[in-house]
């Protein structure tokens, strides 16, 4: 089991360059997640699905866009990228038991450490 | 106001010190709660989820207060190994949103 992988673990981009951050679990889990991390912000969710065919909007999602691919996957795109998008990225996922015992854990991936000049 | 709020510390504790953390949460509605573990440059992991009867995982003691909003952390016998920052994780019902806190920060010093 490895739980959830991320590529790639770091990369430097130059402003108004585009890329996409790859998420999978391997837990077969419905829900997935990306957040951001800044110094002093704590971890933003940027986006999240709930289920597979499903995505919605976290409280920072402006400039960013998501797909999720099948049940196992879920990328997240920078169409345009800018210095303020410079943070630490990291995908999670959990299963959920919601009306018995509420959601379960998260589990995170590694990150990637990403900087736009 | 923050939904969860956390006193970012620095706790700066000797080895062997009994230390606790309090988060504050602000929706009423909110049902599940969990402690994170998160090291320097590394992913957060679960230290341990938090039941409303409070639970205990060796050194480790939460509780929850339903009625003050607040969920705590008791770390006793301090290890220098313990030193990292503590997320205090909160859901409401409804939702597949887990709200973060900020993180407290801890060093056991030898």
């Known amino acids: 089991n490895a739980g959830v992988t991320q590529t790639p673990k770091f990369q430097v981009l130059k402003t108004g360059q585009s890329m996409t951050l790859q998420c999978a679990q391997d837990?077969?889990?419905?829900?997935m997640y990306w957040y951001r991390q800044d110094p002093g912000m704590g971890l933003r969710l940027i986006y999240y699905s709930a289920s597979e065919g499903t995505t919605d909007k976290g409280e920072v999602p402006n400039g960013y866009n998501v797909s999720r691919l099948n049940k196992r996957e879920f990328s997240l795109r920078l169409e345009s990228a800018a210095p303020s998008q410079t943070s630490v990225y990291f995908c999670?996922?959990?299963?959920?038991?919601?009306?018995?015992?509420?959601?379960?854990?998260?589990?995170f991936g590694p990150g990637t450490r990403l900087t736009v000049t | 106001r923050k939904e969860v709020e956390q006193d970012p510390g620095p706790f700066n504790v000797p080895e062997g010190a009994t230390v606790a953390f309090n988060c504050t949460y602000s929706?009423?509605?909110?049902?599940?709660f969990f402690w994170y573990r998160q090291d320097c440059r590394k992913e957060p992991k679960l230290l341990m989820s938090v039941y409303s009867s409070g639970n205990e995982d060796g050194r480790f003691t939460a509780q929850l207060n339903r009625a003050s909003q607040y969920i705590s952390l008791l770390i006793r016998d301090s290890k220098l190994s313990d030193s990292a920052t503590y997320l205090c994780v909160v859901t409401t019902s409804g939702t597949y949103k887990y709200i973060f806190g900020t993180g407290t920060r801890l060093k056991v010093l030898a």
């Open positions: 999670a996922s959990s299963d959920n038991l919601v009306g018995l015992a509420g959601v379960l854990e998260q589990y």
């Open positions: 837990m077969n889990h419905n829900s």
């Open positions: 929706n009423s509605a909110s049902q599940s």
